[in-house]
Nanobody
């Protein structure tokens, strides 16, 4: 049974930091590209960041570049999202996604709430 379990969300003041974690089980984690997405109330889900299977390449959305950093620990089947300089517009549910292309497999976590407010 595949599980992706996000944690680390919560309430933080503007300018603060949070570190999200996503623990994977039931998959060969090191063969999956991992992504973070987020969905704010009333908005569509949007891509946040990607890290390749070996961790050799990362990418993030322009609005988060320089503030958010994605990383992974293949030994512990975990992907992280370090979020700094948080803004109220970063408030959303953050989701972890695992994808591999051959064969095509795609899994999602249930999300963790991040609220940025004073």
């Amino acid at each position: 049974q595949v599980q992706l379990v996000e944690s680390g969300g919560g309430l933080v003041q503007p300018g603060g930091s949070l570190r999200l974690s996503c623990a994977a089980s039931g998959i060969t984690f090191s063969t999956y590209t991992m992504r973070w997405y987020r969905q704010a109330p009333g908005k569509e889900r949007e891509w946040v960041a990607t890290i390749t299977s070996a961790g050799g390449s990362t990418d993030s959305a322009d609005s988060m570049s320089g503030r958010f950093t994605i990383s992974r620990d293949n030994a512990n089947n975990t992907v992280y999202l370090q979020m700094n300089s948080l803004k109220p517009e970063d408030t959303a549910v953050y989701y972890c996604n695992a994808e591999r292309k051959l064969p095509r497999l795609d899994y999602w976590g249930k999300g963790t709430q991040v609220t940025v407010s004073s």
